[in-house]
Every structure is written in C-alpha cells, then in structure tokens.
T-cell receptor
Framework: TQLLEQSPQFLSIQEGENLTVYCNSS?????LQWYRQEPGEGPVLLVT?????EVKKLKRLTFQFGDARKDSSLHITAAQPGDTGLYLC????????????FGAGTQVVVTP | EAGVTQFPSHSVIEKGQTVTLRCDPI?????LYWYRRVMGKEIKFLLH????????ESGMPNNRFLAERTGGTYSTLKVQPAELEDSGVYFC?????????????FGSGTRLTVV
C-alpha cells in the first residue's frame, strides 16, 4: 500500500498571506493530482503533474512535483477567503493506472 | 457539458437492508470509478470500469458490494446487506482516459448512513 501523507492537517491563515501544503510518499507515482473539495461536494481537479521536477502555475497556485516523483507541494500566494477548502493530493502508479491513492487532505481556512 | 451525477445524495437505511447507488458519468467517458470515504479516513478506491468491463475491483471490501455498468453507460453500486461500517460518502468519478494524466471528474457523492 502506497501511503500519501499530507501536511499540515489543518492550516488557518489571514487573507493575503502565503501558504504551502505538502504531499509526501516513499513510493514513486507516474502522475499526481491535486484536488480541492468543499463541504457536500466531490473533489474538483486543480492540476495533474506527471514529470519529475515539473512546476505548474494556476493563477496564484503553484504546484511542484518532486524530482523523484515521490512528493509534491502546493503553494498559494496571497490567499483569499475563496481558497478555503480541503486540499487533497492523489497519486497513480503505472501498474494500477486507474486507481488513485489519496492523501487524508489539508483543511485550509482563509479568514478576511 | 453535464458533470458526473450521483443519486441519491443522501440515504439512511437500517442494518441488513439493501441500498443501490447510481452514477451517471460524463457522456463519452469510458472510464468510471467508485471511491468512498468513511469517517475520519482518506478517500479510498473501490473499483474501475472501462466501458462495461471491470478493469480493477481490488478495492471492493467484500462480496456484499456489487457494482454493475450495463451497456457501458451509468453504473450502480449495490450494498446487500448493509452493515454499520458501510456508512460513509460514496463518490463516483469518470474520465476519458484511464492513465491518470488528465484527472478525473467527481460527482458530489452519496452520503450513506446505516443505522
């Protein structure tokens, strides 16, 4: 079983501050996805990274995939209240490409 | 395009009863997945369909769970008989490809409570 550990579990910050969420594993993933989930809804895909060392930017969100494809980070610049939500990382391996392994999530709260 | 639709959104049943969850994927998506999140745990994979065939059902907890996808369109997940530990949120997702490189579209989930 490949475990994806997310840290921190909970993060509360003020509007305008920056934050980073981490996703770590001892296993190698062929792709890693980041989702945001809000109460009563399903996870919504933010980004998919597939190449070691890859960096992707989505407005104020920056995603990085580790060189060894075992870890990833999500950095939010100048957080806004609309960024509040549960951030989930999920990885897929080449031998079970249809099966995502999810982390437990990081609950982010951005207060005005 | 319409998203992934799940029915019902909530279900409360007694232990020993049967419940059937339904998922309508995005039209044209051959890959359909079932996941669930039980209280306090991470979202876990149940199974993966490619069209009407089960590609991977390694996550199905036991033989009380039966998933079908007749005709390769919508899918149902039946729990019979339901046990208390089956309570949780059941998510369905679909994708055009199954390689994980394009991400999945999830439905809003069915919250199942077994009492």
């Amino acid at each position: 079983t490949q475990l994806l550990e997310q840290s921190p579990q909970f993060l509360s910050i003020q509007e305008g501050e920056n934050l980073t969420v981490y996703c770590n594993s001892s296993s190698v993933f062929s792709s890693l996805q980041w989702y945001r989930q809000e109460p009563g809804e399903g996870p919504v895909l933010l980004v998919t990274v597939v190449t070691g060392g890859e960096v992707k930017k989505l407005k104020r969100l920056t995603f990085q995939f580790g060189d060894a494809r075992k870890d990833s980070s999500l950095h939010i610049t100048a957080a806004q209240p609309g960024d509040t939500g549960l951030y989930l990382c999920a990885g897929a391996t080449t031998d079970s490409w249809g099966k995502l392994q999810f982390g437990a999530g990081t609950q982010v709260v951005v207060t005005p | 395009e319409a998203g992934v639709t799940q029915f019902p959104s909530h279900s409360v049943i007694e232990k020993g009863q049967t419940v059937t969850l339904r998922c309508d994927p995005i039209s044209g998506h051959d890959n359909l997945y079932w996941y669930r999140r039980v209280m306090g745990k991470e979202i876990k994979f149940l199974l993966h369909f490619v069209k009407e065939s089960k590609q991977d059902e390694s996550g199905m907890p036991n033989n009380r769970f039966l998933a079908e996808r007749t005709g390769g369109t919508y899918s149902t997940l039946k729990v019979q008989p339901a046990e208390l530990e089956d309570s949780g949120v059941y998510f369905c997702a679909s994708s055009q490809t199954g390689t994980g490189t394009f991400g999945y579209t999830f439905g809003s989930g069915t919250r199942l409570t077994v009492v």
